[in-house]
């Protein structure tokens, strides 16, 4: 049969790894994660890493593999990714991929654009205004200093179009120049999930998950790494807003709601991602109920 790679993706704390653990061990292969924060390993607690009886039941790659010192993103992931699938397809007819990072599995499944390295003060300033003023401050910003890419390009998905807005102030060159325009197509076939559940569970959810991360440590952790809050890896939920806390600028209490309330904003950008790509299908997390489906 063809090598597949299963993509199941869905937003935060919606129940992915267990779905995944039980795929995996079902179809007796290994685990890829696709997760942004998970693979650092410094950070444990905050990010919701799978836990040690996690990792014993299944082999897992991308997780606490590289330092917050390096710099990870989303072409390092699809090498790292690609390389450790083909290991797996060496003796396995499955693979599969799980997590959040919606760039991160695009990469794994289609490949990147050519497009230069761009420094981390001018992505960091874009992605800083649009939290601040908005999708239209950002379609009237590309409208502006991009109109070539405002008339052919995703105008109503910000990540698009903060990437539009990163490349041409770094290269002078609107982003619709620069791609290869055709994606790159894999030597192994892949089947897509999102795991989803309704807005008021997805909620419950975080709250209890938040709740748990404050009663592991979470507090502890952050202090730990004080001395690093200036790296990219740590501007991150759950953590920002401790470090809030320890500077004095908010009570711990209102430190905890914030991490809530932007997990549950962070939930919602991922579920728009996810809706962008009509091959996936949306499940509820449920082991049996995907494994129906990958036939």
């Known amino acids: 049969m063809s090598k597949t790679a299963i993509i ?3 937003p935060t704390a919606v129940g992915k ?5 039980e795929v995996a061990k079902y179809l007796q292969t290994q685990i890829i994660s696709a997760d942004s924060r998970q693979c650092f390993k410094e950070l444990n607690i905050g990010v919701a890493r799978p836990s040690p009886a996690d990792l014993n039941e299944v082999p897992h790659h991308f997780i606490a593999s590289h330092s917050i010192h390096e710099k990870i993103t989303a072409a390092t992931f699809e090498q790292y990714a690609l390389e450790k699938a083909n290991e797996i397809f060496k003796r396995n007819d499955w693979v599969v991929v799980v997590g959040g990072t919606g760039l991160y599995i695009n990469a ?3 490949g990147l654009d050519e497009i230069p390295e761009i420094p981390e003060e001018i992505r960091n300033e874009i992605v800083e205004d649009y939290y601040r003023y908005g999708l239209e401050w950002l379609q009237q910003t590309i409208q502006l200093e991009d109109p070539f890419y405002y008339k052919k390009g995703e105008i109503k998905n910000p990540q698009r179009l903060m990437r539009a807005l990163e490349v041409k102030r770094w290269t002078g060159t609107s982003v619709t120049e620069l791609r290869k325009g055709n994606n790159t197509r894999r030597n192994f076939l892949i089947k897509k999930f999102v ?7 997805l909620h419950l959810n975080i709250s209890q998950r938040v709740d748990k991360m404050i009663k592991e440590g979470l507090l502890e952790e952050v202090k730990s790494l004080l001395p690093y809050q200036h790296l990219n890896a740590l501007q991150t939920v759950g953590y920002k807003e401790i470090f809030s806390f320890l ?13 809530k309330i932007n997990s549950r904003q962070y939930a919602k950008r991922q579920l728009t991602w996810f ?3 009509k091959e996936y299908l949306w499940l509820k997390p449920d082991a049996e109920q995907l494994l129906a489906n990958i036939d």
């Open 8 to 10: 199941i993706a869905g």
């Open 17 to 21: 790894t267990d779905v995944a653990i």
């Open 108 to 110: 794994f499944q289609e």
């Open 195 to 201: 795991l989803n559940v309704d807005k008021e569970q």
């Open 247 to 259: 500077h004095g600028e908010i009570d711990f209490q209102l430190a905890v709601e914030k991490i």
């Open 275 to 277: 809706k962008k790509d």
